[in-house]
């Protein structure tokens, strides 16, 4: 059975930091690009960082680039989003998204349930 479990979520002051974390079980770790996307009420759901294997580059949309760092520790199946420096507009339901496709094109995709980011003072 495929899991993605975030945490890490929660309330933080502006110009704070939080750890995301999302531990997987499932498939196959190793061969697939992990990402996180987030979704604020009332906004479409956007890419925000994504890292993959092996993990010497990641890519961040332009507004984190910065301030988020994506990682993962393949031994532990899990992928990370560190957020510094927080700004109210950062505040999002943030989910982890495991990607890969293989030589014929075809896409496979799991998504987990998303964790809470509220930025405010």
């Known amino acids: 059975q495929v899991q993605l479990v975030e945490s890490g979520g929660g309330l933080v002051q502006p110009g704070g930091s939080l750890r995301l974390s999302c531990e997987t079980s499932?498939?196959?770790?190793?061969?697939?690009?992990m990402k996180w996307y987030r979704q604020a009420p009332g906004k479409e759901r956007e890419f925000v960082a994504g890292?993959?294997?092996?993990?010497?580059?990641?890519d961040y949309t332009e507004s984190v680039r910065g301030r988020f760092t994506a990682s993962r520790d393949d031994t532990r199946r899990t992928a990370y989003l560190q957020i510094n420096i927080l700004r109210p507009e950062d505040a999002a339901v943030y989910y982890c998204?495991?990607?890969?496709?293989?030589?014929?094109?075809?896409?496979?995709?799991?998504w987990g349930q998303g964790t809470q980011v509220t930025v405010s003072s």
């Open positions: 890292v993959g294997n092996p993990a010497f580059r990641a």
């Open positions: 499932g498939f196959a770790f190793h061969d697939f690009v």
């Open positions: 998204n495991a990607r890969s496709e293989d030589l014929d094109g075809r896409i496979t995709e799991y």
